[in-house]
Structure formats: C-alpha cells, structure tokens
C-alpha cells in the first residue's frame, strides 16, 4: 500500500505530465522538476557535521522525493542552500548553529534600537543606527536551529527548524519587511510541519491542473 511519500511521488508525476504553466506563482523557475535524491549515507554525513537530525519528513522526503527543487513559492532549496541575488549558492555564514535550539516559540519581532524618522536625524546618523539595529535584527543567532528551504522574493523566506521545542515547523521569515519571524499556520493549524507545507502547495497545484484541463477540454 502507497505511503505518503508515494502518493506524493505521484502527484508530482502527474503534474509534469500535465504541463509546466498552470498559474502558480514561482512555476517558471522551478518546472515541476525536481533534484536528485540524496541517499542516506550522504545526510547521515549532514547530520554528523553539525550534530543534529533532521526532522524525518524532511528527511524521507530527501531520500525518497528530491533534493530540493519543484516547491511552493520560488521552489526548494538543496540542502545546505539558500538565495544568492537571482542565483543561489551556500549557506555560509547565513544560517545559525544548527545544533543550537532555535531561539523562538512565540512570533517575535523586536524592533527595540530601530530609527524611525529619518526625517529628525542627519542621514549619516540614521544609517549608523540603522546598520547597528540591522547586526542585532539579522544576526544569524536569530535563526539557530534552522534551515532556509525557499525563497518568496525580495529576501522573504521560509524556514524549516530543526532543533529545539519548534523542530519540524516551518516559520516564516519577514524581517526583510521588519515583520519579525513567525510559525506558519495554513488551513486552521497553529504549527505547520514541513510534509504539511509541501503538501499545502501540492494540492494547490494540483486544483491549478485540474481546472486547467477542463478548460482545455471544453468544459468550461
């Protein structure tokens, strides 16, 4: 009998089969294509390095889906992989230390240090003090016990914890907007796990498919 994984698998072939434009916002910079699957001697090396494990949906989906790629927004990330401009490249510095426990369990967004009115500091002091709130704000010790897995545009992401209270849920990362880091909630939930998250998105697509192919057949 089909798991979850499966049935996953699946869809995902069905969607390629139907097309690669359905009106789904980020479909033209991932196709529907997935990457290559990573086996588990590799994410065991992963998991070695930083001393952690990762959340088992994430990590079933490595091995038995792809290794990033076809996703919700601008697509998934490889592991070890984020944003870089129109590109992408390695996490370097930009994650925290993932075997640290992540910071948060509540929405936090604070904006304590921040200037506001540009217009009542000289411009070289307000940029002084912006750039000192932004170290705090950004610094990557916020996002301990993360990994970035996709991208929504300008500099929006979406986080997967994996370590401390919130491991397994995604959160959402605005402070590129100075909305802070919050927990994903979808459909009712209070917490949304990453097999949640992907599937969210699937099933969109997968409205997208079939109304795009009634209308292609004349239904409507």
């Known amino acids: 009998m089909p798991d979850k994984f499966d049935i996953l698998i699946q869809d995902l072939s069905r969607v390629r089969a139907s097309g690669t434009s359905f009106g789904v916002f980020g479909e033209d910079s991932h196709d529907y294509e997935l990457h290559s699957t990573l086996s588990d001697d590799e994410i065991s090396k992963f998991e070695a390095e930083h001393a952690i494990r990762l959340p088992d949906d994430y990590r079933r989906f490595l ?21 870089d401009g129109f590109d992408y490249g390695p996490w370097d510095d930009f994650v925290g230390i993932l075997a640290s426990p992540f910071p948060h369990t509540e929405p936090w967004n604070d904006l304590t240090g921040k200037p506001y009115v540009q217009a009542e500091i000289d411009p070289d002091t307000y940029d002084d003090l ?4 932004d170290q705090t704000y950004y610094n990557s010790h916020q996002v301990d016990g993360s990994i970035p897995i996709c991208h929504l545009g300008c500099a929006r992401r979406q986080w997967l914890v994996i370590t401390g209270s919130e491991a397994g849920n995604v ?11 919050y927990p994903l909630k979808a459909h009712g939930r209070e917490r949304t796990t990453f097999f949640e998250w992907y599937r969210d998105w699937l099933d969109e697509v997968l409205s997208k498919v079939r109304l795009w192919t009634e209308s292609s057949s004349g239904r409507y």
């Open 171 to 181: 959160w959402c990362d605005d402070r590129a907007e100075y909305k802070g880091l």
């Open 63 to 83: 091995s038995r889906v792809g290794n990033g790629g076809a996703g919700p927004y601008y697509g998934m990330f490889r592991l070890g992989e984020t944003d």
């Open 130 to 133: 912006l750039q000192r709130f």
